[in-house]
């Protein structure tokens, strides 16, 4: 069994975790589209297309970790001269570079043609298809380069041999500062949509925060670049950028698929609701009459005695004082008005 230091732990146990996360967070946006019959839509192709380079981004960080001696800095790799196994941790790290830019541009592609598919003004549309253009290019610019790190190319994971190599720390710096740019261009473009609508603050607020709960993203991003970043290097930190890439690309496409489970919540609200009323219905129905004789309390009730009439009105009285105020006024027949039942009856006075 291959040892995992803490550095190769960290990244698979957050791998797992996230993975999770992100799938379970696609499996409940494609359940509500079974539930509301919804039409398929391109926003959910591209939400199913990032949590597929997600999971193959796991597949191959899996693979550098187990084959590539557990996840070890490329420092450490070329001052003790590790160039065997290792080699493999390093391809994996090139390969992810690839996915990852693929999955953060769908996840953000995802989010915007949910956004125009919600709101229909023309302007708006504008905007978010121009922000689309931008982050296509983001990902564009960002595959060529990462896939070129280095004239040759294998000395990417063959560090001894001659070439040259751009450096790794800017590259990163600068791609991360526009990642997180574009994600908080695409936070608050529906928040002046929602303000501008027709209906109660309330649902306003409730609108809004299900879209700014996407600002974590910003968060597990700005964190990401901060301890990822090396000042001074021409390397990045590979094992945290691991760590904190699967923590915002599970995070990302958890926030992208939240906006569409309204309708799901509301149905299970609905039939939940149903289920509890048909089960306060069954038990109401075995449920004994209150209409019980009690025992004699009056002179009056010597052939039968009734304690109450069960008026669903609330507004029932006792028949044994309605009996009582007969026997004051020694009427044999009389009626008796109880909320809204007027019952007549004969009470034998004994």
């Given at each position: 069994?291959?040892?995992?230091?803490?550095?190769?732990?960290?990244?698979?146990?957050?791998?797992?975790?996230?993975?999770?996360?992100?799938?379970?967070?696609?499996?409940?946006?494609?359940?509500?589209?079974?539930?509301?019959?919804?039409?398929w839509l391109p926003d959910d192709s591209w939400a199913?297309?990032?949590?597929?380079?997600?999971?193959?981004?796991?597949?191959?960080?899996?693979?550098?970790?187990?084959?590539?001696?557990?996840?070890?800095?490329?420092?450490?790799?070329?001052?003790?001269?590790?160039?065997?196994?290792?080699?493999?941790?390093?391809?994996?790290?090139?390969?992810?570079?690839?996915?990852?830019?693929?999955?953060?541009?769908?996840?953000?592609?995802?989010?915007?043609?949910?956004?125009?598919?919600?709101?229909?003004?023309?302007?708006?549309?504008?905007?978010?298809?121009?922000?689309?253009?931008?982050?296509?290019?983001?990902?564009?610019?960002?595959?060529?380069?990462?896939?070129?790190?280095?004239?040759?190319?294998?000395?990417?994971?063959?560090?001894?041999?001659?070439?040259?190599?751009?450096?790794?720390?800017?590259?990163?710096?600068?791609?991360?500062?526009?990642?997180?740019?574009?994600?908080?261009?695409?936070?608050?473009?529906?928040?002046?949509?929602?303000?501008?609508?027709?209906?109660?603050?309330?649902?306003?607020?409730?609108?809004?925060?299900?879209?700014?709960?996407?600002?974590?993203?910003?968060?597990?991003?700005?964190?990401?670049?901060?301890?990822?970043?090396?000042?001074?290097?021409?390397?990045?930190?590979?094992?945290?950028?691991?760590?904190?890439?699967?923590?915002?690309?599970?995070?990302?496409?958890?926030?992208?698929?939240?906006?569409?489970?309204?309708?799901?919540?509301?149905?299970?609200?609905?039939?939940?609701?149903?289920?509890?009323?048909?089960?306060?219905?069954?038990?109401?129905?075995?449920?004994?009459?209150?209409?019980?004789?009690?025992?004699?309390?009056?002179?009056?009730?010597?052939?039968?005695?009734?304690?109450?009439?069960?008026?669903?009105?609330?507004?029932?009285?006792?028949?044994?004082?309605?009996?009582?105020?007969?026997?004051?006024?020694?009427?044999?027949e009389a009626a008796w008005e109880m909320g809204r039942?007027?019952?007549?009856?004969?009470?034998?006075?004994?």
């Amino acid at each position: 069994m291959v040892h995992l230091n803490p550095d190769g732990k960290r990244s698979l146990g957050s791998g797992i975790a996230f993975t999770f996360v992100a799938s379970v967070a696609v499996g409940l946006r494609l359940l509500t589209k079974v539930y509301t019959k919804a039409t398929w839509l391109p926003d959910d192709s591209w939400a199913v297309l990032s949590l597929v380079a997600l999971l193959a981004w796991m597949g191959v960080e899996f693979w550098g970790i187990f084959a590539g001696g557990g996840g070890v800095n490329i420092e450490v790799i070329v001052i003790e001269q590790q160039f065997g196994t290792l080699q493999n941790y390093i391809k994996s790290l090139y390969v992810l570079d690839a996915i990852y830019a693929l999955t953060v541009t769908a996840t953000k592609l995802s989010i915007l043609y949910l956004y125009r598919r919600i709101f229909s003004v023309q302007r708006f549309r504008q905007i978010s298809f121009a922000v689309a253009a931008v982050c296509v290019l983001w990902w564009l610019i960002f595959t060529i380069i990462a896939m070129n790190p280095c004239r040759p190319v294998k000395k990417f994971w063959q560090p001894q041999i001659e070439g040259h190599c751009y450096n790794f720390d800017e590259f990163f710096l600068g791609a991360a500062v526009a990642d997180v740019v574009l994600d908080a261009v695409i936070l608050a473009l529906p928040i002046k949509m929602i303000l501008g609508l027709q209906m109660s603050y309330r649902r306003k607020f409730m609108l809004c925060f299900v879209f700014l709960v996407g600002g974590f993203v910003i968060i597990t991003g700005v964190v990401r670049t901060a301890l990822v970043y090396v000042p001074h290097s021409t390397n990045i930190n590979f094992t945290q950028g691991e760590l904190w890439t699967n923590i915002h690309l599970g995070t990302a496409i958890l926030c992208a698929s939240l906006p569409t489970y309204p309708p799901l919540f509301s149905h299970l609200a609905t039939f939940s609701s149903s289920v509890f009323s048909q089960f306060r219905s069954l038990f109401g129905t075995l449920r004994p009459s209150k209409a019980t004789p009690s025992p004699a309390s009056s002179a009056y009730s010597g052939h039968k005695q009734y304690d109450q009439l069960d008026d669903p009105t609330g507004e029932g009285k006792p028949l044994r004082e309605a009996a009582a105020r007969q026997g004051e006024s020694r009427s044999p027949e009389a009626a008796w008005e109880m909320g809204r039942i007027v019952v007549k009856s004969t009470v034998d006075i004994v």
